[in-house]
């Protein structure tokens, strides 16, 4: 069993807080005209959610007692969750994009740019939710590694279901 290099952890960890910082820094302080300020709360929360579950399932890969099988299935689940953020990192930055435009004046054109990357972002996940669905089954009997694939998975689906509660208002 190959263990993860400690630089590929940092890696992870350093990706998670800048991305989670982005997120934070750029959902505030400006006056809400498409979503709600507590909407714009609830999608600047994703990031810290998810550096959260990254480093939680990172933590238990590094683990030296952990055995073989579990191994494998936490490091899966570590992938699908780095691409998960890889995949949505360009619409993320779409739907906290209001922020942004204080000035531009045209809601509808804001509006239809979180739309896309709210039903774009949706269907990632949804997929990612399946494959995780698949990864759950297979890591069953592994309790450990079930429970991580579990983290990750409830992740998705709070995730989905706080893009979900703004489509209304696009």
């Known amino acids: 069993m190959e263990r993860p290099r400690p630089s590929l952890q940092r890696a992870f960890h350093l990706h998670a807080v800048a991305v989670a910082a982005l997120i934070v820094f750029s959902a505030q302080s400006v006056p809400a005209r498409i979503l709600s300020n507590g909407d714009r709360a609830s999608i600047a ?3 810290p959610r998810y550096a959260e579950v990254l480093s939680e399932v990172a933590r238990t890969a590094e683990r030296s007692d952990l055995p073989a099988a579990d ?3 936490v490091r899966e689940t570590l992938r699908a ?3 998960i953020s890889d995949e949505l990192r360009g619409y993320e930055s779409l739907i906290t994009i209001e922020g942004q435009l204080v000035e531009a004046g045209d ?8 739309r896309f990357a709210v039903v774009n972002a949706l269907k990632i996940l949804d997929i990612e939710q399946r494959r995780l669905d ?3 089954t297979r890591c069953a009997r592994l309790p450990l590694a079930a429970e991580k694939v579990r983290v990750a998975l409830r992740f998705i689906e709070g995730t989905a279901a706080t ?7 696009l």
Do not use: H
């Open 45 to 47: 929360q994703m990031k």
């Open 71 to 73: 191994g494998e299935c």
């Open 81 to 83: 969750l780095t691409q």
């Open 107 to 114: 809601d509808d054109a804001v509006k239809d740019v979180i």
């Open 134 to 136: 698949d990864l759950s």
């Open 163 to 169: 893009l979900r509660a703004i489509q209304p208002q």
